[in-house]
Nanobody, 123 residues
């Protein structure tokens, strides 16, 4: 069974930064695209950023471009989401996700989900 272990959420003031981590132990990491989604009751689920571990291509939602950066540490099977310039509208539960193909991930077709981590941005 593939497990995604997330960490790094919390409470931060507007304009602040947080870094989320997603570790996927015991798999051949380059076989997976890893991404971050977020969910709120008002907006539902939204794709944030994703990265292909086979070719390092990345994709991000327009709402986070220039503020969030996704990166991959293949030696440690970990993907990071560095979030800067946080806004109250970034408040959500953030979920790490894995798919064997980034094209499927970008359509929301996910093979494995993490447990979610809360990010709260105060104004």
């Amino acid at each position: 069974e593939v497990q995604l272990v997330e960490s790094g959420g919390g409470l931060v003031q507007a304009g602040g930064s947080l870094r989320l981590s997603c570790t996927v132990p015991g798999v051949n990491f380059i076989d997976y695209a890893i991404g971050w989604f977020r969910q709120t009751p008002e907006k539902g689920r939204e794709g944030v950023s994703c990265i292909s571990n086979s070719d390092d291509n990345t994709y991000s939602a327009d709402s986070v471009k220039g503020r969030f950066t996704i990166s991959s540490d293949k030696a440690n099977n970990t993907v990071y989401l560095q979030m800067t310039g946080l806004k109250p509208e970034d408040t959500a539960v953030y979920y790490c996700a894995a798919s064997h193909e980034i094209a499927r991930m970008r359509k929301g077709d996910i093979d494995y989900w993490g447990q979610g981590t809360q990010v709260t941005v105060s104004s």
